[in-house]
């Protein structure tokens, strides 16, 4: 019924998920936004439900297959939405096709476009919520060493709302990431030159770019306790 998203994993998101430390503090960081008393969760991470390993083994073979699979929820579950999605680091290709049952997936410069004619209006009360849960997001994923994570983003059309969701949000700035940046930015074979912005970034800067580039996205509007205050 598209009320959970089942996602294959690598190794090395699986490693940081269930070695590296990665899963343990999620699961305290999300009990903590969700015993928040403001009303909110605090929080935009989507929520993850478990990871599974599926083992088969053809009968005309010996060896076995091991896939390890990721359940989360679905952001858009009974929603009515037209999405979008933008990471920090880059412009991925103009349009993901998502399946039979949901939209496809408008990708950043593309919906830069869309916003420039057709833009999201929040309250100010809600911007200044949403910025806040971002950021926390964002400084969390930044102090486990995790980065290359996207914002998911729709309005659903019946409910006349925003739906936010983080995901992709397993992947550590490791050794061989820490290797490319650095080529990238020295001018050796492959690299960039110095100056160059590489595509790989470290987790404190895609935490600051990534911040600054939800600012973009979303228009605020006086809230109504606003307009009653002004009149």
Same mark, same amino acid.
């Given at each position: 019924d598209d009320r959970f998203i089942v996602k294959e994993v690598s190794r090395a998101e699986r490693n940081a998920f269930l070695d590296h430390g990665v899963g343990f503090a999620y699961f305290a960081y999300v009990e903590s936004r969700l015993e928040d008393e403001d009303g909110v969760s605090g929080t935009c991470l989507a929520k993850i439900l478990g990871m599974y390993q599926v083992a088969t083994r053809s009968p005309m073979e010996s060896t076995e297959t091991k896939l390890d699979f990721l359940v989360m929820e679905n952001v858009f579950y009974g929603r009515d939405v037209a999405a979008g999605a933008t990471r920090a680091d880059e412009v991925p290709p103009p349009w993901r096709t998502a399946s039979a049952t949901t939209p496809a997936v408008l990708l950043d410069e593309n919906l830069m476009e869309v916003l420039a004619t057709d833009p999201i209006l929040v309250t100010e009360r809600s911007k200044r919520a949403l910025d806040a849960a971002l950021r926390r997001d964002a400084a969390f994923l930044s102090s486990l060493g995790v980065m290359d994570y996207s914002l998911l983003a729709? *309005? &659903?059309?019946?409910? @006349?709302? =925003? *739906? *936010?969701? *983080?995901? @992709?949000? =397993?992947? #550590?700035?490791?050794? &061989?990431? #820490? =290797?490319?940046?650095y080529v990238k930015q020295s001018g050796l074979v492959g690299g960039g030159g110095p100056g160059k912005t590489p595509t790989v970034i470290s987790p404190g800067q895609y935490e600051k770019r990534f911040a600054t580039a939800m600012r973009r996205y979303f228009v605020c509007v006086p809230d109504d306790d606003d307009d009653r205050e002004g009149n």
């Open positions: 729709g *309005v &659903d059309r019946r409910a @006349d709302e =925003l *739906v *936010v969701g *983080v995901v @992709d949000y =397993l992947r #550590q700035y490791t050794w &061989d990431k #820490q =290797l490319e940046t």
